[in-house]
């Protein structure tokens, strides 16, 4: 069905016959597999007698070979899927069979992406970016701490460096503009943190989509922000890069090293903001972060710290 897709890419007519002829199969099994990717993948394809069929509009597919010719400063190995679960949950097996970290997975679709808190992230065919970067934590705790704060803050100026200039962070991990949510970000860890691990950094950002039903919560993308599209090689040639240098840094110095960065990054600093736990809430205004990356929060005239990956924050509507 895939290659079938990658013939239409173009956006130009193409006759059932060459189609049929390509693929060594019959009109009306091409036929088919058109209504398949029409159902499968949501894409829109035109039918127009005599001159064949064309897809609505031209696809730029992710290609391993295009990212690493654009990415000049690291050399992870990028492995593409047409479609897979979840970027993080093939790492997670990659790094079961044994496979040496660093390296990449990325995918033109998920059928299961995951989100933070057991959200589901809507991941359609080839709109946006679905990454997971691996890395083996070789007994350094240190290296753990703030971690996914540190991811954020690549992702944000990734994001910046192509124009998104209104994008910040939330605590712990969200890349916003305004309220509605363009990248989010899920660490997963395997192994022993206190001695060898692997961390899974999965990183989802919303790029050329335009519309999607099923999304729980605010969101926005990096074309609805802009009005333009974006090549999705570029820019997961370029989120290494940032990458890259973030992890570096947080490498040499600790987290320490990016704190006040993040903090000048953070869109709620200075807020009236309710802290989720379950089924508790705190009330309190935002201080900022700490040398961990763990939020300070004042909470009734008295200063308190809070961290771990099942946290979330609201806004408070007087702040
Ligand atoms: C969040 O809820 O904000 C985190 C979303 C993380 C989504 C990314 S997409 C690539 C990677 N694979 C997944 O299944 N999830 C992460």
Same mark, same amino acid.
């Given at each position: 069905?895939?290659?079938?897709?990658?013939?239409?890419?173009?956006?130009?007519?193409?006759?059932?016959?060459?189609?049929?002829?390509?693929?060594?199969?019959?009109?009306?099994?091409?036929?088919?597999?058109?209504?398949?990717?029409?159902?499968?993948?949501?894409?829109?394809?035109?039918?127009?007698?005599?001159? +064949?069929?064309?897809?609505?509009?031209?696809?730029?597919?992710? !290609?391993?070979?295009?990212?690493?010719?654009?990415?000049?400063?690291? !050399?992870?190995?990028?492995?593409?899927?047409?479609?897979? !679960?979840?970027?993080?949950?093939?790492?997670?097996?990659?790094?079961?069979?044994?496979?040496?970290?660093?390296?990449?997975?990325?995918?033109?679709?998920?059928?299961?992406?995951?989100?933070?808190?057991?959200?589901?992230?809507?991941?359609?065919?080839?709109?946006?970016?679905?990454?997971?970067?691996?890395?083996?934590?070789? +007994?350094?705790?240190?290296?753990?701490?703030?971690?996914?704060?540190?991811?954020?803050?690549?992702?944000?100026?990734?994001?910046?460096?192509?124009?998104?200039?209104?994008?910040?962070?939330?605590?712990?991990?969200?890349?916003?503009? +305004?309220?509605?949510?363009?990248?989010?970000?899920?660490?997963?860890?395997?192994?022993?943190?206190?001695?060898?691990?692997?961390?899974?950094?999965?990183?989802?950002?919303?790029?050329?989509?335009?519309?999607?039903?099923?999304?729980?919560?605010?969101?926005?993308?990096?074309?609805?922000?802009? +009005?333009?599209?974006?090549?999705?090689?570029?820019?997961?040639?370029?989120?290494?890069?940032?990458?890259?240098?973030?992890?570096?840094?947080?490498?040499?110095?600790?987290?320490?090293?990016?704190?006040?960065?993040?903090?000048?990054?953070?869109?709620?600093? $200075?807020?009236?903001?309710?802290?989720?736990?379950?089924?508790?809430?705190?009330?309190?205004?935002?201080?900022?972060?700490?040398?961990?990356?763990?939020?300070?929060?004042?909470?009734?005239?008295?200063?308190?710290?809070?961290?771990? $990956?099942?946290?979330?924050?609201?806004?408070?509507?007087?702040?």
């Amino acid at each position: 069905m895939l290659t079938l897709l990658k013939l239409l890419k173009d956006g130009r007519f193409h006759s059932g016959q060459a189609l049929g002829a390509a693929l060594g199969v019959s009109r009306s099994a091409v036929w088919k597999q058109l209504q398949h990717l029409e159902a499968e993948l949501g894409l829109s394809i035109h039918k127009v007698r005599g001159r +064949g069929y064309q897809l609505s509009a031209p696809l730029a597919l992710l !290609d391993s070979s295009e990212i690493s010719a654009k990415a000049v400063s690291y !050399d992870w190995p990028a492995q593409v899927y047409d479609s897979i !679960d979840s970027t993080n949950a093939e790492a997670l097996r990659a790094v079961e069979r044994g496979q040496a970290a660093p390296f990449v997975v990325l995918s033109e679709r998920q059928t299961a992406g995951r989100g933070r808190r057991g959200r589901k992230w809507v991941s359609p065919f080839a709109e946006n970016v679905y990454y997971s970067l691996v890395l083996r934590i070789d +007994g350094g705790m240190r290296q753990l701490e703030g971690l996914s704060l540190v991811v954020g803050l690549a992702v944000l100026q990734t994001l910046r460096e192509l124009g998104i200039a209104a994008a910040g962070l939330k605590w712990p991990n969200d890349v916003l503009v +305004g309220q509605k949510k363009i990248a989010g970000i899920l660490l997963e860890l395997v192994g022993d943190p206190a001695d060898v691990c692997h961390v899974v950094l999965g990183v989802g950002i919303n790029v050329n989509m335009q519309s999607a039903d099923e999304v729980e919560q605010q969101w926005t993308s990096m074309r609805l922000e802009s +009005g333009k599209m974006f090549d999705r090689n570029q820019l997961v040639a370029l989120l290494g890069e940032m990458l890259q240098r973030y992890l570096a840094r947080h490498q040499a110095g600790g987290f320490l090293a990016i704190q006040s960065e993040w903090e000048q990054n953070h869109l709620w600093q $200075g807020r009236s903001v309710s802290l989720i736990a379950g089924v508790n809430q705190i009330d309190g205004e935002v201080l900022g972060i700490d040398g961990q990356g763990a939020l300070r929060l004042k909470v009734d005239g008295v200063e308190k710290v809070f961290s771990g $990956g099942e946290l979330s924050l609201r806004l408070r509507d007087d702040s």
